[in-house]
Each structure stands twice: as C-alpha cells, then as structure tokens.
C-alpha cells in the first residue's frame, strides 16, 4: 500500500561507488553479453538484452564498451566463455536468509569462492531451496521521490498491473508479477521518467529482524564481500532493520 515504509522491511544494501566501478562494469557486460548469445542481438526484439543495457548505462557503461559486450556474445564473435547462471543460497550472521545470483564460466571456483566469504563473515553457504521459500521473485522499479507523490504514484502504478508500491524517504518502489514488469515499468516511464533503477529482484517475504547497528553492520559486511565477488550478479537478503538503523545507515553512506 502507498506511504508504506520501505527500509522497514526491504534488505538494506550498499551500492558500490567509483572504487567498484569498474567491477559493476564487468558484472553488466556478462549479463549483456550472456542475454545476447540467448535472445540475439537487437535490444528491441531481446527483453533480457534491453533491460541489460538500461542497466549499463545506469552505470554510466560507456557505449563502447556495451557495443563490445553485445559483439561478444554474438555467433562467430564470442570469446569462447559460455557463462551460466546459478543461483547460490544460506543464511548469513544473525540467521538472515541470503540469495546470490552469478554468472560463471566455473561452478567449481564460484562455489568454493562463496563458501569461503560466508564461513568468514560468519555466515553458512547452504544448498538450492535453502531459504529461496522466503522470498517472492518479483519485478521492482524504483522510482525518485521527487517525481511524484506516493498516492500518485500508487494510483498510476497499479492502473499499469502493478501488484504494490511501497514508498518511503528514500523513493516509490514499485512491485509488479515478472510477467508485468515490462508494461508497468514502460507506463511509469511515459509519466515519470526513467527510473533510478529496475529489474527482478528477490523480495523477502519472510523477515529476519535486526535491531542493533552490530548486527545490521555485519550483514551488510557480508554482501559487500560477496558483491565483490567478480562471479555474483546480486545478493538479496530477508534482513528487516529497525527505523533508526536505516536512518544510521543512510547516513553513512
């Protein structure tokens, strides 16, 4: 429902700046390269492409390089790399519920590598459908503050197919079945602008309350080390901060 809090209930997770660009780059050509060896080429004929690429220039991904990453995972033109997609999962310090997505070219390194980062941030790597029962998977489309108000914004999202606007002081967070990401997310860039981001996400549905600073810090601790990791597109957690340490949090970064 609109005016809902969103860092109440929705993972808190740092995003990485100038130092993790280059990082952010190579996680975004994979996926650009890896959506055109499955769909083609032509962003307007390829979802997965196109959403891709929006993402890269999220990023600031110069063109060039997204023309590269397009090329390389085109027939006759790929780098012999095949990278698959699996998806990891385990609870983190405090019993919060972790989901990694990668992308790899080596199951066997990928997982040795999360298994190594979780026993060190005090976390456990688990095995497939370990926590994934506590997450919906769900299109999400976060949209400024700025650009409407959160009844407005409800209103227009959910006229577009959208299942749930949650927004707070930090934006509108809108909630779509992945089936109606696309046509909600074109509909509320015809009203509102690009969004800041969007894409399928892992929304928890079952939360991990943490009610101390420690306890926030050391999960967040454990997705950088994790998101540092040149193999893992994404980690979601189930983790439920209380008000005052979102707040804490917004304002150290």
Do not use: C
Not at 5 to 22: C, E, G, P, T, Y
Not at 71 to 76: I, M, Q
């Amino acid at each position: 429902m609109a005016g809902h809090s969103h860092s109440s209930n929705i993972a808190v997770r740092k995003n990485a700046q100038d130092k993790k660009r280059a990082g952010a780059f190579t996680k975004v050509a994979r996926e650009i390269t890896t959506a055109t060896r499955l769909s083609g080429p032509d962003p307007d004929m390829n979802p997965r492409l196109r959403l891709a690429v929006l993402k890269a220039r999220a990023v600031d991904m110069p063109n060039d390089r997204i023309k590269r990453a397009i090329e390389v995972g085109t027939p006759g033109q790929d780098d012999g790399k095949i990278y698959e997609e699996v998806r990891y999962e385990g609870y983190g310090p405090n019993g919060v519920a972790v989901i990694i997505e990668t992308l790899t070219e080596n199951r066997t390194r990928t997982v040795g590598d999360l298994r190594v980062i979780f026993t060190k941030q005090g976390g456990t790597l688990g095995d497939n459908g370990a926590v994934s029962f506590m997450f919906d998977r769900v299109g999400e489309i976060v949209v400024a503050k700025e650009k409407g108000s959160a009844d407005a914004m409800f209103e227009a999202a959910v006229e577009a197919g959208a299942q749930n606007v949650e927004s707070d002081d930090t934006g509108h967070y809108v909630y779509t079945e992945i089936g109606d990401f696309g046509t909600v997310r074109e509909a509320l860039v015809k009203k509102f602008g690009e969004p800041m981001k969007s894409g399928l996400v892992w929304k928890g549905n079952v939360k991990t309350p943490l009610t101390t600073m420690d306890q926030a810090q050391s999960v967040l601790k454990l997705i950088d080390a994790l998101e540092d990791n040149d193999d893992v597109q994404t980690a979601f957690t189930n983790m439920d901060l209380s008000a005052d340490i979102a707040a804490k949090l917004a304002e150290d970064d």
